[in-house]
């Protein structure tokens, strides 16, 4: 693979390290992070925060209710959601709410590759009895995030990279490490790190591509790695990047999956995935303008 240039790398990326073209994070963020640091705040004080904003509770309920966490019953209160999911899990889903809401719009197959992803690092979490599923889960629907900065801050590049994608059938990483010197999962991990997210969730984002990199989020990493793998080779992948990740052996024999788990895994996947197939057309239909007369 060629080499790129040190200081257009750098350049890159000072750019992604500056990001300004992904939308702000909503000042709830910063005020829920204070309040979750007073041990006598409560679930239902940080719910009622929340709710202040009525479109990202709303949003903030649907991503709860998806099937990628697979809660046997409907949860109707945030304050109820962040009993279940943790702090940590819903400043996640905070952001994603925020940052998802421009790929919805622009980028729907990725959307529905994020979702899928989740689903699958859920159904892995659960079979290999990790105590905090539910973070699993939110790595695995930020782990591509990296696409959207570079997509958002980067336009002309990223437009370079789609097409090297279609004229040389090459990876989209690939072809991102020959345009910047860098690829979206490293992206995704400073974007974790600037949102004070844990290291339960940096890692399984900055090293979904090589879990090897993970310095003690080993596990995770290889879940989200496969999550990513194994969605895509069941068709929920990236318009014109075609090409299916290998599986690194490391990780591999970290999950440590018999064929029968395989079978298993791939029979609870997919019975979850028509329920987020009908989420994400939920957000598209959302999204369509209303014809005149039709209102």
Request: aromatic fraction near 6%; hydrophobic fraction near 40%; charged fraction near 25%.
């Amino acid at each position: 693979m060629p080499t790129i240039d040190e200081d257009k790398r750098d350049h890159f990326k000072k750019r992604l390290r500056e990001i300004k073209s992904l939308p702000t994070l909503p000042g709830v963020v910063s005020k829920l992070t204070k309040m979750a640091e007073d041990p006598e705040t409560t679930s239902e004080q940080m719910g009622k925060v929340i709710s202040k904003d009525h479109i990202l509770a709303t949003k903030l309920l649907k991503l709860v209710n998806s099937a990628f966490y697979g809660f046997p019953q409907r949860i109707s209160s945030l304050a109820s959601a962040i009993i279940l999911l943790g702090f940590n899990v819903i400043k996640s889903l905070i952001i994603s709410a925020s940052i998802f809401e421009v790929m919805e719009k622009e980028d729907v197959e990725l959307w529905e590759h994020s979702l899928g992803c989740a689903v699958v690092s859920s159904v892995l979490a659960k079979r290999l009895g990790l105590s905090e599923p539910e973070e699993i889960s939110t790595a695995g629907l930020i782990h591509d995030i990296g696409k959207v900065a570079i997509k958002m801050e980067l336009p002309e590049e990223y437009e370079a990279i789609q097409q090297m994608v279609q004229d040389r059938k090459i990876s989209v990483r690939e072809a991102e490490l020959q345009v910047l010197g860098l690829e979206h999962a490293e992206v995704g991990g400073w974007l974790a790190k600037k949102w004070n997210l844990p290291q339960k969730l940096i890692e399984p984002v900055a090293c979904h591509h090589d879990p090897r990199l993970a310095k003690t989020e080993m596990l995770s990493s290889s879940i989200v790695h496969f999550g990513d793998i194994m969605i895509r080779g069941l068709g929920y992948g990236h318009f014109h990047d075609i090409w299916i990740p290998v599986l690194n052996n490391r990780a591999w024999r970290v999950l440590e999956l018999t064929p029968e788990d395989l079978d298993q895994v791939l029979e609870e996947v997919e019975d979850k995935l028509w329920d987020v197939k009908g989420f994400s057309l939920e957000i598209q239909a959302e999204q369509e303008p209303v014809e005149p007369g039709n209102e």
